[in-house]
């Protein structure tokens, strides 16, 4: 009885592991878990200087220009030099946000919270490919149409 058991349990674990051998992620391809893929080579960045519509009304805006060369260091924060309060009205850049100049306890700062100092920890340039993994997000805006008791003038 415990022999056909152990027999059962091995079956199993057999199985088990050709199933893992043979998973495939859509973006690591068939490399196999324990190996390195090899990265595809950088694309040129979408530039075409049009702002793009955000899924939420919190989400961080990605970047619509290059920012080859942008240095941002303990030194300096090229993105600042446009982006600041101070800097984009003469630059025409969209200013950060209040957002931007509060600390963690919600204190507005006179200069750019720390916490928002590297810029590419939150917004990130585009490339024109197409999407590794499908999904199914659908805007609020487009659920809100949908709903029952929208008003008409709402509904697509
Ligand atoms: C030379 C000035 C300049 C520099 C430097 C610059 N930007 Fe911009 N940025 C702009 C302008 C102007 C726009 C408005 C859209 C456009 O013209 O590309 C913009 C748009 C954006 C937007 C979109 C805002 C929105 O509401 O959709 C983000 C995000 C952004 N920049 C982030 C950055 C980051 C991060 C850096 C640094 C890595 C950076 N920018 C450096 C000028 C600049
Ligand atoms: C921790 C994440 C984070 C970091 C770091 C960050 N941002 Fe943002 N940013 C956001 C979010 C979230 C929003 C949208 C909500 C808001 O305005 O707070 C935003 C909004 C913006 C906007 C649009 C403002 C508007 O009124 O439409 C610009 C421009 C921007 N950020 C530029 C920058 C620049 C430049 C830096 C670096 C100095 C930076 N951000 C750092 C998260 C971040």
Do not use: W
């Amino acid at each position: 009885m415990r022999a056909a058991a152990l027999i059962l349990l091995a079956a199993f674990a057999a199985a088990g592991t050709l199933a893992y051998a043979q998973q495939e992620d859509r973006m690591r391809g068939t490399v196999p878990v324990a190996d390195e893929t090899r990265p595809p080579p950088l694309r040129n960045p979408e530039n075409k200087d049009v702002r793009r519509e955000r899924a939420y009304s919190m989400q961080p805006p990605t970047i619509p220009h290059k920012i080859d060369g942008y240095q941002v260091d303990l030194n300096v924060n090229a993105c600042l030099g446009c982006h600041s309060r101070g800097r984009a009205p003469v630059t025409q850049a969209v200013a950060v946000s209040v957002s931007h100049y509060m600390d963690r306890d919600g204190n507005f700062l006179a200069e750019i919270s720390p916490r928002r100092y590297f810029c590419e920890q939150c917004h990130v340039p585009q490339d024109e490919v197409k999407p590794l993994v499908g999904n199914r997000f659908v805007d609020v805006d487009e659920i809100l149409r949908g709903a029952p008791g929208a008003p008409a003038a709402t509904r697509k």
